[in-house]
């Protein structure tokens, strides 16, 4: 087939537009395509891993099994550009926009309040208008399993679903649940400007060459072309997203094309299915020819719906998953593992013919130069019992600590297992490869399971042959073990549901859980509207078209990008950097260190850190692995992402790293501060604990955190004539302009810095935000061209800082009914390689949450590790103290004898009792909510029943747990913030900026409420623009849930100066309109703009507390650890 030659050129249509390119390099990704056309950010990019959803586009091709259009949604981070030709791609912006008309998707999540920092949101619409497209009448239970690969980390998914299967079938017309209409469905040509961009466009050539066979020989005659190439045949390419740091293909050979290999044939006593079937093709086939194998299809296709997510399996085949375990150790595929256990088989072809192997047999098989072709899968005989497992963290979208596969032919009289076909148990995830546990196969054939000696013997067995390799990230060796012991038990009693006890059939029966269902009450007060009016967001559908941007959507004309380099080691020295490898990669402009800073090599420092200054670039000495040494400058992210990775680093003077709090304590590596002087002392603790009934000691650890914000670290950086202006995603402007002048060597006033949005914080964008922006000012200094940088996840987790760990030891003294009298606890956290954003004073003024304890003495240390310096997360300092006090409490109960609630109810807080840090608390009302709480989720009698069910179920048993809340708002500190307010007297219409950052929590709609209530004017005069450090200077950091209180008391204080100028000329005038009356103070010389410095104070150290409490039901599986959230009132 000599003709056969490589594709140079594609087309396809965009959001109902024709387009064309050429010379494209083929490791470009869909998304990166779309993520370079002006107009069309809304398609995110997150992971790169196809496990959040942020990127999801809408496909429409002809499936290559049926012949018939469908519409799939696809993780556009995966799929390669090249292998879309001739398809339909629409994205967010294409099914609606504020041009064109919202879609009805976008309408409902905004209506439902599905949408905060919005980040994920057109992932969300997009996933959700490939199902109505090809199921417009979709079930309540269909819409939630389709959603099980997109991510949301701070709307919570709630409104989410809510919003989603408002468009169900079964949804409640009372509730705003209705179908949607066909023609809502069709695609417009979108107006907007990337119409007129995106057609041919020529991006930078590679040296990869792309080939679209026809048939099997092409396959074999790319191999004879090219026979010391790497060479990469693809389905859906979905692999990538697993193994991210494999070089790249010299040649991609697209299989689609190829009738046969999307070939499906159910025989009299297989199915055949071709090579490229995708995943979810192959359910669907399983599903619908269930009658022909009734006791192993079912259980195949459902374990199938457990391998990643929706959109991975629409692309994904089943072939290249098992390329995937096949190539690379510790994968722990699902797919070899189910196939395996029911005696499956592939055909491989080569050059010289075809051939059969077990999957086990495939395994070691050597693949140069061949591909598998054909999947035969057996079907099952009448007395086949099958029966699959997956144990992993979540119950959706995550690889498994392990799988398991069992199947045996069991005679239905004697109840006896038969030896043909012999019986299967494999499992996966305990070995590098998944394996068969074949001494207890061979033990179980012509055995009873009716005779209990049978089981004792086949566990024997079962543990004396199965053994564990160490897999640091999937467990321990031994939970491992005991999760397959555990399966096989549940696949025996499966098997024999008659001949088992009521009280044991909780293992054989697997849970099913319902669709989710949730209800809000909340109270508002109409004479304050339109403050407390409940309202959407007010850029909700911005976010739900794509239309809101962040700083990593941004594109500069003439922009570079750059990538970190980090450091692969901790507790080292820099004893080299080979960066040649990386320079002559394609794009890539140079690279830049320690040495090329202009200013001061820090990112962090004081005033803003609290101690030493942290370095932005490494210099000799390592502290931790991720670590930054450098960045890559280069013409794309991508370049720079992949050139970065090729800059060789060697180390020398290596020692071992201190990385948990116990290396720590015993290297005595504790940070001087805090000191003695922050040892929380109320009363003689000691004391106390000695004069009680009882007492006891124990321990609490409470571990790390990544932020996961859905925008990962970003920012651009455009230098000017005489300054910079830089565009981060911070949530503290001030502390960031600082960074960026301190490392250039300029001054303060010569960097402005504005933020729009971000796409979610979470504490992880207070200090850490800097780094990026001082590297990505770094290099705009040198090539004086714009730059920017979007970590890719990777990096990300790797380099900032996340939750600071806990662990407390203590000692705690208590009364016959469990009144506390007193605690002596120790506290420590790990605050890796620097100390600067250290939370643990925060938890010492909160470490009572809400009990009334009168003795304390608490010792807080922070320690000092090899890891990277942790920052605050979600509740700093605040989560893990209330976490410790809750788990004392707990001991309590259980040291008594007595239900932790009884504990928890005797030493609430009641009105003027004063806390351990002085604050009296003068609006208390925990012990009243605590009491509603237990009428109105029904808690006495819910713990009745919980202890009927766990008497009943040997092995699933439930519980419940009550919690209660005092969260202390701090006003001393959190301020100053800035607002100004400009009216336009040509119309009336009103701009306001503040100090606070938009993060997803609704600020602006609620500083616009604010102002409009305090202005009497509708919302929809008001806009919020960008806050920046010209309007807003000095403004302290967004966070601890106190920055929308002090922007909100600005906007109060300002509209008081602008009602004192406009009210005398309004008194003059009669029953004028808001626009006469800004008109006439603009022609009678009235300032029409003013400015409120807020910087609230109060005597306690608490302003005031707010309270919740909390009772969660859940069950669990007494043999996996799996759990299931019953019900939650909160």
């Not at 997009?126 to 690969?149: A, R, V």
């Not at 922006?773 to 970590?791: D, F, M, N, S, W």
Request: charged share 15%; with cysteine.
């Amino acid at each position: 087939m000599s003709t056969l030659t490589p594709t140079s050129s594609i087309s396809f249509i965009l959001n109902g537009r024709d387009v064309q390119l050429s010379g494209v390099d083929p490791n470009t990704t869909l998304n990166e395509w779309i993520r370079s056309q002006h107009g069309l950010a809304g398609t995110k990019r997150m992971c790169g891993e196809g496990g959040c959803g942020c990127c999801v586009v809408s496909a429409l091709r002809k499936d290559p099994t049926s012949g018939k259009d469908a519409t799939i949604a696809i993780n556009s981070c995966l799929c390669p550009l090249y292998s879309i030709d001739g398809w339909q791609i629409t994205t967010v912006e294409g099914i609606g926009n504020s041009r064109d008309g919202y879609h009805p998707i976008q309408e409902r999540i905004t209506q439902y309040n599905g949408s905060q920092c919005g980040y994920c949101t057109p992932g969300m619409v997009m996933n959700m208008y490939s199902l109505l497209k090809e199921s417009p009448t979709p079930t309540k239970q269909h819409i939630e399993d389709n959603f099980d690969g997109n991510i949301c980390r701070c709307t919570g998914y709630r409104p989410i679903l809510d919003a989603m299967k408002s468009f169900a079938v079964d949804a409640d017309p009372k509730k705003g649940g209705k179908c949607i209409d066909i023609e809502d469905l069709s695609v417009k040509k979108c107006s907007m400007p990337c119409a007129k961009l995106c057609a041919n466009v020529t991006h930078t050539s590679s040296s990869t060459l792309w080939f679209r066979p026809s048939k099997v020989a092409d396959i074999f005659t790319v191999f004879s072309k090219y026979p010391d190439k790497r060479i990469k045949l693809i389905a859906g390419d979905t692999g990538r997203g697993v193994f991210k740091g494999e070089a790249l293909p010299d040649v991609i050979v697209d299989l689609k094309g190829i009738a046969s290999l999307a070939a499906i044939e159910v025989g009299a006593k297989s199915l055949l299915v071709g090579a490229t079937v995708p995943i979810n093709t192959l359910i669907a086939t399983l599903e619908a020819h269930k009658d022909s194998s009734p006791t192993s299809f079912p259980h195949l296709a459902e374990h199938l719906k457990k391998v990643a997510n929706v959109a991975v399996r629409n692309i994904g085949s089943w072939a290249g998953n098992l390329m995937l375990t096949h190539d690379h150790e510790n994968f722990p595929s699902d797919i070899f593992t189910i196939l395996e256990a029911v005696h499956a088989r592939v055909t491989v072809a080569s050059a010289s013919g075809t051939s059969s192997y077990s999957l086990n047999d495939f395994l070691s098989l050597d693949l140069t130069n061949k591909v598998i072709t054909t999947l035969m899968i057996p079907l099952s005989t009448a007395n086949s019992v099958v029966r699959t497992f997956k144990v992993m963290p979540r119950h959706q979208n995550a690889h498994a600590y392990i799988n398991a596969g069992f199947n045996w032919s069991l005679n239905p009289s004697t109840h006896t297992i038969e030896g043909s076909p012999n019986p299967s148990f494999v499992f996966g995830g305990l070995q590098a490869h998944a394996v068969h546990a074949t001494k207890t196969e061979a033990y179980m054939v012509g055995k009873s399971l009716t005779d209990p000696a049978t089981l004792q013997g086949a566990v024997k067995v079962l543990q004396e042959e199965l053994v564990a390799i160490p897999m640091p990230t999937e467990g321990s060796e031994s939970f491992r073990l005991s999760l397959a012991y555990g399966l096989f038990y549940k696949f025996y009693l499966a098997s024999i549901p008659d001949h088992i006890s009521d009280r044991v059939k909780s293992a054989a029966v697997p849970f099913t859980r319902p669709v989710s269902q949730s209800y809000q009450s909340y109270d508002s007060v109409k004479s304050e509207y339109p403050v407390t009016e409940p309202m959407t967001k007010l850029t909700a559908k911005l976010q739900a078209s794509g239309e809101a941007q962040y700083v990593a959507d941004m594109i500069e004309p003439d922009g570079l990008a750059a990538a970190f380099v980090i450091s692969t080691v901790g507790n080292a020295t820099i004893e080299s950097i080979n960066t040649s490898e990386a320079l002559q990669m394609p794009g890539v402009v140079q690279f830049l260190s320690a040495k090329d800073i202009p200013g001061t090599n820090a990112y962090h420092a004081p005033p803003f850190a609290r101690f030493e200054p942290h370095l932005l670039f490494a210099v000799d000495k390592i502290s931790n692995a991720g670590e930054a040494i450098g960045i890559i400058v280069a013409d794309t992210q991508e370049n720079a992402d992949r050139a970065a990775k090729k800059v060789n680093v060697q180390y020398s003077s290596q020692s071992k790293p201190i990385l948990t709090i116990a290396d720590a304590i015993k290297a005595n590596s504790i940070y001087d501060y805090p000191g003695e002087g922050n040892v929380v002392v109320v009363g003689d603790a000691n004391a106390a604990i000695s004069s009680s009934a009882h007492s006891i000691t124990g321990e609490v650890s409470c571990g790390t955190q990544y932020h996961f914000h859905m925008e990962t670290q970003s920012c651009v950086c455009i230098p000017e004539d005489d300054s910079y202006t830089v565009y981060s995603s911070t949530q503290w402007i001030e502390a960031c302009q600082h960074a960026v002048a301190t490392v250039l060597g300029i001054a303060d006033n010569r960097v402005y810095v504005a933020v729009k949005r971000i796409g979610g914080g979470f504490g992880g964008k207070i200090t850490q935000a800097n780094q990026i922006a001082t590297a990505c000012a770094v290099a705009a200094y040198h090539t004086r061209r714009p730059v920017k940088i979007h970590l890719d996840i990777d990096t990300n987790m790797k380099m900032v800082g996340k939750r600071f760990p806990y662990y407390a030891t203590y000692k705690a003294g208590f009364t016959d009914d469990g009144v506390i009298n007193g605690i002596m606890m120790d506290v420590y956290t790990n605050s890796g390689c620097h100390n600067n954003d250290l939370a643990i004073d925060i938890a010492m003024s909160c470490v009572d949450n809400a009990y009334h304890i009168p003795n304390w003495h608490v010792t807080p240390k922070a320690v000092k590790t090899n890891n990277c310096a942790n920052a605050a997360c979600r509740s700093p300092g605040t989560l893990p103290a209330i976490f410790i006090m809750e788990t004392v409490a707990q001991h309590v109960g259980e040291a008594l004898g007595i239900p932790p609630e009884t504990v928890k109810q005797k030493n609430l807080y009641q009105q003027g009792q004063i806390t351990p840090n002085g604050t009296t608390l003068k609006y208390c009302n925990i012990r009243e909510m605590w009491s509603k709480l237990y009428q109105s989720a029904d808690v006495s009698n819910r713990t009745d029943q919980i202890t009927t069910f766990n008497q009943q179920n040997r092995w699933r048993k439930r519980g419940l747990s009550v919690v209660p809340l005092k969260w202390g708002v701090v006003w001393n500190g959190s301020g100053p913030h800035t607002v100004m307010i400009s009216i336009y007297a040509t119309d009336g219409t009103v701009a306001i900026t503040h100090g606070g950052i938009e993060i997803g929590q609704g600020i602006n709609t609620k500083t616009a409420q604010v102002a409009a209530r305090e202005l009497g004017i509708p919302i929809d005069l008001i806009c919020i623009l960008p806050t920046n450090s010209m309007t807003s200077p000095n403004s302290n950091a967004t966070g601890g849930s106190i920055t929308c209180e002090y922007n909100c008391q600005g906007i109060i204080d300002a509209c008081k100066i602008l009602n004192n100028r406009i009210d005398p000329v309004k008194q003059k005038m009669t029953n004028p309109t808001w626009k006469e009356v800004v008109a006439r103070c603009q022609s009678t010389g009235v300032d029409l703009s003013a400015k409120a410095f807020v910087n609230m104070k109060s005597d306690d150290h608490f302003a005031y507390s707010s309270y919740g409490v909390n009772c969660t039901e859940v069950e669990v599986d007494v043999l996996t650890g799996e759990v299931e959230i019953l019900r939650s009132d909160i």
